[in-house]
């Protein structure tokens, strides 16, 4: 049986985050078309069918924090898969949304 047709739709556009970029819950529901469905973003990415394939650890919060939740091995492991891709945290230990954050107009390029 397929995946649910928003489930899909995450997935699908997770796969176009890059190394070394993140995107934000609420960016994601945006850009899917209902902002309200953020934290059915993050329900879909805990439950990540294949975590090797579908890069849910570019996914943070609007506050650039790591989830504490990490489904694959705790906020730790998402820092540090991160860190290897080339996301600088900063003090307060969260990624740079300016800095890293998909731009719209990278998603549209796709």
Known sequence: MGKE?????????????????IAT???IA????????????GNILHKNPDPSTLP???????KG???SAFAFG????????????GVAFNQQGRVDLEKCGMRWEEWEDR
């Open 56 to 62: 849910c650890h570019r996914v943070v919060n609007s």
């Open 74 to 85: 705790g906020s730790t492991a998402q820092r540090q898969l991160l860190e290897a891709e």
């Open 25 to 27: 819950y609420g960016q």
């Open 30 to 41: 945006h850009h899917l078309g209902n902002p309200r469905l953020a934290r059915a973003v």
């Open 5 to 21: 047709p928003l489930a899909q739709s995450v997935y699908d556009l997770l796969k176009t985050i890059p190394p070394g970029r």
């Open 65 to 67: 924090e790591v989830s």
